[in-house]
């Protein structure tokens, strides 16, 4: 919140009961400024996601917070709130003791501890992709040999995307320097993105996922409308790609790519000029001299569209809002799981157990499932809905919301001339 008078322009975050100034530690956030921002407005309480986002490294932020002014909430007066208000504030009370509760146990029991094996195994399969793939495209003049070899190529790059996500998370290794040097170098070197670029991107994401104006996923105007309540000026609406939408949706693609591997990540490496990151990019940019330019810009269409069709099947038909919810119903609510069995965990990369995801981001993705149950214990409790769909129904409600929104654009007035 901004507080007011003289003080009008400090900025305070609600942390456990207390107002912390963040005025200052705003330029030096790590995870960049926007994403306090997100929750120095007003009815917005950091305590769970900053538990959530720092599992890891909640001593060094008690650190932090400990040289922060801070003050004591004020309670309001009995006669100030009203019965809704009384009754929603009860609710989030027990909602976030049996949140803390469950996360407690799940750490108790080990479900926040990295495997090795699991890492070794994970990389080793990445790399083996990669050698292969390359291998092929390279060696062969033949067409259907080197297209395989493209095949192979984006298996590599799509399993270092799942991997690099969680580096990025730091639910790798247990040891967060290590994590982030390993996303560098799966995101740099295979991917061709900033690794810093994609966390500050992702986290924004996370901390509010389907809010209007502020998860930056939801948002991708003018190129694509996922959803007409996120248009910031009506008039916007009559714009000529939104109304044929589907049928431009492949050349999303590679507007995507170009988006965020040349001009997003450009900027950042101008920005930050971290030498990791640029020698890992680098290296991207060797490989695709090397394998040639109809393989590189063929592997990279294959990779990008099936990273946007498989991202997009946990969220972008889910409700949007623009107020402010408790960490749980938030992910309950906007964030559904998608078809929980083995084949569907490796396709996906764990990722299609996106509620547990959002709930603890920094537990090891392959662990996900083993709080399935508990988490859909939770939800019943408090009666919010736990959403699992089919791989082949998320995909039919992903195209449909495509289909609706473009339905309701075609209903638009047009703009006079």
Known sequence: MESSGKEKTRLEILYDGHYYDVT???????????????????????????????????????????????????????????????????????????????????????LFQPSY??????????????????????????????????????????????????????????????????????????EGWSAIMWRRHHNLHHAMTQRIGKDIDLDVSPIFLLNIDVLHDPSQVNHPLYKYQLWFAPFFVPLGELYFCVWKTGRCLLKYRVPEEIFAIGIFYVIAYWIGLWPWIFTRYI???????????SHTHLPVTNKPTHWVEHALVHTADVEQRPWCDWWMGYLNYQIEHHLFPTMPEFRNKLAVERVKALSQ?????????????????????????????????????
Not at 151 to 171: K, V
Not at 392 to 398: H, L, S, T
Not at 400 to 416: E, I, L, M, Y
Request: glycine share 6%; aromatic share 12%.
């Open 117 to 190: 094996f699991h890492i070794a195994w994970r990389l080793m399969e990445t790399l083996l992709f990669a050698f292969l793939g390359l291998y092929l495209i390279t060696n062969y003049s033949n067409f259907w040999t080197k297209l395989l070899g493209c095949f192979i190529f984006a298996t590599a790059q799509a399993r270092a995307g799942w991997l690099q996500h969680e580096g990025g998370h730091l639910s790798l290794t247990g040891n967060p320097k290590l994590d982030r040097l390993l996303q560098v170098y799966l995101l740099g070197s295979i």
């Open 303 to 313: 990779t990008m569209s099936y990273f946007f069709v498989n991202f997009g099947l």
């Open 24 to 110: 200052d530690f705003v330029r030096r956030h790590p995870g960049g400024r926007e994403i306090i921002g997100f929750y120095t407005h007003p009815n917005e309480d950091a305590t769970i996601p900053i538990q959530q986002f720092h599992a890891r490294s909640l001593d060094k932020v008690t650190g932090i917070m400990k040289t922060l002014k801070r003050r004591r909430a004020p309670e309001i007066p009995e006669a100030e709130v009203s019965a809704i208000k009384k009754k929603i504030q009860m609710r989030n009370k027990e909602l976030t003791e049996d949140f803390t509760k469950l996360y407690l146990e799940l750490k108790a029991e080990g």
């Open 381 to 417: 409790k408090h009666g919010l809905p736990y959403n699992v769909y089919s791989y082949k129904e998320a995909i039919v409600r992903m195209v449909c919301n495509v289909w609706d929104v473009t339905q309701k654009v075609k209903q638009f007035p047009q703009k006079s001339k």
